[in-house]
């Protein structure tokens, strides 16, 4: 086997190599290039956040509007370290490991839950924000 880019080529002679092959596995290689310093800003990021919530809670979680910010830095640091990192994975081999229907299935599942989860909470946090505002102005 030759390594061309990330993904994995049987023997084959340049001949028959498809430039297609090698047009995606440099693709694949920026995406991954984007993507890891990202999750790494955004991983160091969060855990300053969460270790100046531990620092000083009575200052950050003490005002009710601070709870949504939190529930959203909960959520979106689950995604970046777990879901992200699935992605990642795929990017570096260019194939999905597991190959099962059932891996697909959790996959797709536990991405779109976090992503309706964050919605959820950022509808709620864009509401108690509005009605206070709507009511007390008057």
Not at 44 to 53: D, E, R, V
Not at 112 to 128: M, W
Request: aromatic residues 12%; proline residues 4%.
């Amino acid at each position: 086997m030759t390594n061309t880019g990330m993904i994995s080529i049987p023997n084959i002679s340049n001949a028959e190599l498809n430039t297609t092959d090698v047009v995606l596995a440099n693709h694949l290689y920026v995406k991954l290039a984007i993507l890891v310093p990202c999750q790494i800003l955004s991983i160091s990021c969060s855990l300053f956040i969460f270790i100046n919530i531990i620092k000083k809670p009575s200052k950050l979680i003490k005002p009710i509007k601070n709870h949504f910010v939190l529930a959203l830095l909960i959520t979106s640091f689950i995604q970046v370290t777990t879901e992200l990192s699935m992605v990642e994975n795929y990017l570096h081999t260019g194939t999905i490991r597991p190959s099962t229907n059932s891996y697909c299935l959790f996959f797709n599942w536990y991405e779109f839950s976090l992503n309706g989860i964050s919605l959820f909470v950022s509808k709620l946090f864009s509401f108690s924000l509005k009605y206070p505002l709507i009511i007390y102005k008057s």
